[in-house]
């Protein structure tokens, strides 16, 4: 059994074939998704995907990086509105992204830090979102640190002395079609992971891994990275998906009460 910790299938690239996707994936084992959010525009299509697939389905509530802009305080509002609502498996996808747009730098600290927060009272995991600002997202998390805080760095593509600091805060790596990119590295780094840290995830429709490197991404595409991950740790496929799907039920075990509930 396999787990998909992190794909947005409810995007309109799966408009016509959601459930073929989904039936492929779990023809290859795949037998549970779950979905980080984006921001207001996507929620309706989150909570509806979760309500098609209710046994297979768990939906996050957050903020992502990318959609940061001068609104973000009344995005924010959206999340935490949610939150007061109903449960969520986790706080994502969260964080920091430079690679595409520095201008908002400042006030996706500010988001991040305030979500960070609502996870801690909520006592539910962060999804982290850490492109070209692993380093950052550390030293953030260093400080906001306590019992309460934990959750995955997803699409984990760094060093291994990132990976040592992310296991020392008790965080986990998502592991995702990069470790299928040759020029990529990130099998030499993964193999000294222990495996007790790592998790799943396709973040489709994007990052596809080889051989569908470019298209379309979907949560079957697991198999792939698994197979991967097994060559690179040489250990098992079963040994893989047993340790990687025991990890995400950790991770995700709690569901959250509704905020307003909480103190
Ligand atoms: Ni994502």
């Not at 408009?15 to 549970?32: F, Y």
């Not at 984006?38 to 979760?50: A, F, R």
């Not at 998790?199 to 792939?224: C, F, H, M, W």
């Amino acid at each position: 059994m396999l787990t998909d910790t992190h794909t947005h299938l409810y995007l309109n690239q799966f408009d016509g074939d959601r459930k073929e996707v989904i039936q492929r994936a779990k023809d290859e084992g795949v037998q549970q998704f779950y979905l980080p959010n984006i921001d207001s525009t996507t929620i309706e299509g989150m909570l509806q995907m979760e309500k098609d697939f209710p046994s297979e389905c768990h939906a996050m509530m957050g903020l992502h990086p990318c959609s940061v802009k001068e609104d973000y305080q009344k995005e924010l509002a959206t999340v935490k509105e949610w939150l007061g609502k109903r449960p969520f498996c986790a706080i994502g996808e969260i964080g920091i992204d430079l690679y595409w747009d520095k201008t908002f730098f400042e006030e996706q600290k500010k988001a991040l830090v305030t979500q960070i927060g609502w996870a801690k009272e909520l006592g539910i995991p962060i999804i982290i979102h850490s492109r070209d600002s692993t380093d950052i997202i550390i030293e953030i998390i260093k400080k906001e640190k306590d019992s309460r805080l934990m959750g995955i760095f997803h699409c984990f593509t760094g060093t291994p002395e990132q990976a040592q600091k992310i296991i020392d805060l008790d965080f986990f790596m998502g592991i995702g079609g990069v470790v299928t990119f040759k020029n990529a590295g990130l099998d030499k780094t993964v193999a000294d992971i222990p495996l007790e840290r790592l998790v799943l995830e396709t973040d489709s429709p994007y990052l596809a891994p080889v051989p569908k490197r470019g298209k379309r991404n979907e949560s079957a595409y697991i198999k792939q990275i698994a197979t991967k991950l097994s060559e690179a740790k040489q250990v098992s496929f079963e040994q893989i998906a047993v340790a990687t799907t025991a990890n995400a039920k950790k991770i995700f075990a709690k569901n959250s009460l509704p905020y307003t509930t909480v103190y």
